[in-house]
């Protein structure tokens, strides 16, 4: 989800599906509301892993950029193991749901550019646009 407010970020996350199951959405959050005050925005804090059954923007807010890959057997459990294994991560700028949505896709071995980045942070507005550019 990109932010269209002038200094803001958007949100990444990832959804999983199973043929047999539901799909569950998963993102990472900083688990402190103090994490999004401007002036605590360079400290780390205990984060959070949130699964949601569903898609998420069904519940939360509408994604404005997606594309769907197939992955299945180990990729699937890559990236399902690689979202387990992110709880207990402390959030921050430079670790935040951006790093976590493309890490879980470079654990399903889908290529991921490295420059997806605003002054080194991991961006959550250039991974929308470049999951625009897969559609293409």
């Not at 360079?42 to 998420?56: D, E, I, N, T």
């Not at 959030?91 to 420059?115: D, E, M």
């Amino acid at each position: 989800k990109r932010s269209h407010a002038k200094g803001e970020w958007g949100h990444a996350w990832i959804t999983l599906e199973e043929s047999s199951s539901r799909p569950m959405s998963y993102g990472f959050w900083p688990a402190e509301a103090a994490a999004k005050k401007p002036s605590t925005l360079w400290r780390q804090f205990p984060g959070a892993v949130s699964a949601q059954p569903g898609l998420l923007d069904e519940q939360m807010t509408k994604a404005d950029a997606t594309h769907t890959w197939d992955v299945a057997g180990s990729r699937y459990q890559s990236a399902l193991d690689y979202v387990q294994s992110f709880e207990g991560q402390k959030w921050s700028l430079c670790v935040n749901c951006t790093t976590f949505a493309i890490g879980a896709l470079r654990a399903a071995g889908i290529q991921v550019p490295s420059n997806l980045t605003t002054f080194g942070y991991p961006d959550p507005n250039k991974f929308a646009d470049w999951l625009d550019s897969q559609a293409r």
